[in-house]
């Protein structure tokens, strides 16, 4: 008998999604859940999640939207009515003057990023990404061909890109900027000086696309809240993507939009014609409830969020090592963890990287946080701080003993 050689098949899967990376807090998350399945008490600080519960005003409208009988396909970019109380929000939240038809409401600000960069960005193109930067940003850049840029805001300019780097980094072949602000991991906020300098950049470039996230906007612990596209002179090159998880705690009724140029609305449409169509009916009309329902409900959350920050500020600053920074806004806390980094832990094995030092803590402290490394800042760690003041602080009381022992 001859012995043949089986050879593995090569993968099925394309080379598109073999490239791209599982998002990094999901695989954290997951992890986390792993352990408390087996019965250990763990804090999860890694996801960016509100604690709270949508508003009760919010559920009734949804409720009343599947008794009225809202239970089929809506237009692709969302209901009018929807598409006009987002106009009226942008009016009188951010001073900005758009029409339904520049609006597009998806499932989630996620998918509304997407759209935007998979409708401008050609294969080769340039995509700048304000470093610490939110985990997808660079996957979707990754799905669309393009070839992302991190530029990186230091500790010492609360990790904010300045106009001066941008100028630097803006090639022939820059076709995007993407930020968040207040920014997922840091909790910097753009003052408007630095965004006119940086609108003030983009005019010099006119080949140059901004995507400006904005969905913390309404946590947002100094007060002013700056859209780039306040600024005339780049208003029509600038996509404006917000969205209802974090301000209004629906986090899983994935609803977010986009506001741009007609044109690329338009293109954004098409995108999601093809790929989902109009987000959930239900969540729509919960979604215009909420936007008629103003922003005392978010505001209220910000207190809470002020404090938790307070509260968990002042415990990080007494733990040896850790450089912090304080946030400005969104839910987190992003220290540098560098002076960890090459110490042994208790079992012998050598903490390298971020990524070391969060499986550590989740091992050793039970808490559970995201490594620098999917931001794009290996030597940071984030935390978020949307729990109970009762856990954040057991949590930080355990990162520093579990500190300690390296
Ligand atoms: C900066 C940033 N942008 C966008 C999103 C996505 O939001 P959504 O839940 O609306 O898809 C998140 C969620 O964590 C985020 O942190």
Redesign the pocket.
Known sequence: MSSTTTIAPASPLSSRIQAMHESA?IAMAKKCRELIAKGFDVINLSF??PDFQTPQYIKDAAKEALDKGFTFYTPVPGIPELRQAICDKFKRDNQLDFQPNQIVVS???????ANAVLSLVNPGDEVIVFSPY?V?YEEMVKLAEGTSVPLVGTLENDYKVTAAQLEAAITERTKLIMY?SP??PTGSVFSRQELSEIAAVMARHPQVFALA?E??EYINFVGEHVSLAQFPEVKDRVIT?N????GYAM?GW???YLAARQDIAAACEKMQSQITSGTCSIAQHAGLAALRGGRASADEMVEAYRRRRDLVLDIVKDIPGLKTPTPSG?FYVFPDVSAFLGRTAPDGSIISTSMDLALYLLNDGLVSAVSGEAFGAPECMRFSTAAADDKLVEAFRRVKASLAKL
């Open positions: 807090t960016g999640e499932t989630g600000a996620k998918q509304a990023l939110w997808s968040s920014c997922n996230d969905i913390y993507v969205g209802f998880s974090k986090t994935r609803l977010g969104a």
